[in-house]
C-alpha cells in the first residue's frame, strides 16, 4: 500500500486541483501504511482543462507541448462510464504520443494505462456511487490519473490476495501495476479522490 504525500514524483509541487502524490515516483512498499490527506480539490488552475462528455473541449488538452498536460472528463448524467473513461483515455494517450506505440514497451505502457483507468472508474461504481470526474495529468515522465467520487469508503487491495476468489482485484492490479496510488479527501467536502501514477516507457 501507498502513502499519500503533499508532492508528486519528481518534486513538481502541488497539483493543480490539490491532490497530492509522491516525491520520488519510487514503488510502493506493501509495509508502508496508508493514510488520508486532507486537501482542498477546488480552486481553478490555468493548466486544468474541465471537460464534459460530448463537448467540443472534451478530447482537448492543456499545457506546453512536450510538457506537463491535463486533460478532465466530467460524467454527469452519463452511462457506461467504463468504456467512456477508457476512449477518453486512449484519445489522450494519441494525442501525446504514446499511442499508436512504436514499441512492445510503449503498447504495453499504454495498456496499463487503461487497465488502472477502467478499474479505478469500476470501483467507484460498485463502491462509491458512480464516479464525478477523471483527471489525466502527463508530464512525459509520469502518467497520474485522478477519479473523484462521492463515495466514503476507503479502496483497499485485498490482503491476501487470493486469485481464485471473486472479486477484489480492482486495486490489486492497481497496486501491481502502478508506481504509487493514494486517496485524497478534503475537509468538509463528501467524496474523495483515488489517484494512481505510472511510469512512461523509456
Same mark, same amino acid.
Given at each position: 500500500?501507498?502513502?499519500?504525500?503533499?508532492?508528486?514524483?519528481?518534486?513538481?509541487?502541488?497539483?493543480?486541483?490539490?491532490?497530492?502524490?509522491?516525491?520520488?515516483?519510487?514503488?510502493?512498499?506493501?509495509?508502508?501504511?496508508?493514510?488520508?490527506?486532507?486537501?482542498?480539490?477546488?480552486?481553478?488552475?490555468?493548466?486544468?482543462?474541465?471537460?464534459?462528455?460530448?463537448?467540443?473541449?472534451?478530447?482537448?488538452?492543456?499545457?506546453?507541448?512536450?510538457?506537463?498536460?491535463?486533460?478532465?472528463?466530467?460524467?454527469?448524467?452519463?452511462?457506461?462510464?467504463?468504456?467512456?473513461?477508457?476512449?477518453?483515455?486512449?484519445?489522450?494517450?494519441?494525442?501525446?504520443?504514446? =499511442?499508436?506505440?512504436?514499441?512492445?514497451?510503449? &503498447? @504495453?505502457?499504454?495498456?496499463?494505462?487503461?487497465? $488502472?483507468?477502467? *478499474? +479505478?472508474?469500476?470501483?467507484?461504481?460498485?463502491?462509491?456511487?458512480?464516479?464525478?470526474?477523471?483527471?489525466?495529468?502527463?508530464?512525459?515522465?509520469?502518467?497520474?490519473?485522478?477519479?473523484?467520487?462521492?463515495?466514503?469508503?476507503?479502496?483497499?487491495?485485498?490482503?491476501?490476495?487470493?486469485?481464485?476468489?471473486?472479486?477484489?482485484?480492482?486495486?490489486?492490479?492497481?497496486?501491481? =501495476?502502478?508506481?504509487?496510488?493514494?486517496?485524497? &479527501? @478534503?475537509?468538509?467536502?463528501?467524496?474523495?479522490? $483515488?489517484?494512481? *501514477? +505510472?511510469?512512461?516507457?523509456?
Amino acid at each position: 500500500m501507498s502513502t499519500t504525500r503533499p508532492c508528486s514524483p519528481g518534486d513538481r509541487g502541488p497539483e493543480p486541483s490539490g491532490v497530492s502524490g509522491v516525491p520520488g515516483g519510487g514503488a510502493s512498499t506493501a509495509s508502508a501504511p496508508r493514510r488520508d490527506v486532507a486537501v482542498p480539490l477546488s480552486g481553478a488552475h490555468p493548466e486544468t482543462a474541465s471537460t464534459s462528455p460530448g463537448s467540443p473541449e472534451a478530447s482537448g488538452s492543456s499545457g506546453a507541448p512536450g510538457g506537463r498536460q491535463v486533460r478532465r472528463l466530467t460524467f454527469e448524467d452519463q452511462g457506461a462510464v467504463v468504456p467512456l473513461a477508457r476512449d477518453f483515455t486512449r484519445q489522450a494517450l494519441q494525442a501525446w504520443g504514446w =499511442l499508436p506505440a512504436a514499441t512492445a514497451d510503449r &503498447r @504495453a505502457a499504454a495498456e496499463d494505462v487503461l487497465l $488502472v483507468v477502467s *478499474e +479505478l472508474v469500476t470501483n467507484a461504481c460498485l463502491h462509491a456511487e458512480g464516479p464525478d470526474q477523471l483527471g489525466i495529468v502527463c508530464d512525459n515522465k509520469v502518467i497520474r490519473l485522478e477519479v473523484t467520487d462521492r463515495g466514503a469508503g476507503q479502496p483497499t487491495p485485498r490482503t491476501p490476495h487470493q486469485a481464485g476468489r471473486p472479486g477484489g482485484h480492482g486495486m490489486f492490479i492497481v497496486q501491481r =501495476l502502478c508506481l504509487d496510488w493514494g486517496v485524497v &479527501r @478534503a475537509p468538509g467536502v463528501p467524496g474523495k479522490t $483515488v489517484w494512481a *501514477e +505510472l511510469g512512461a516507457p523509456a
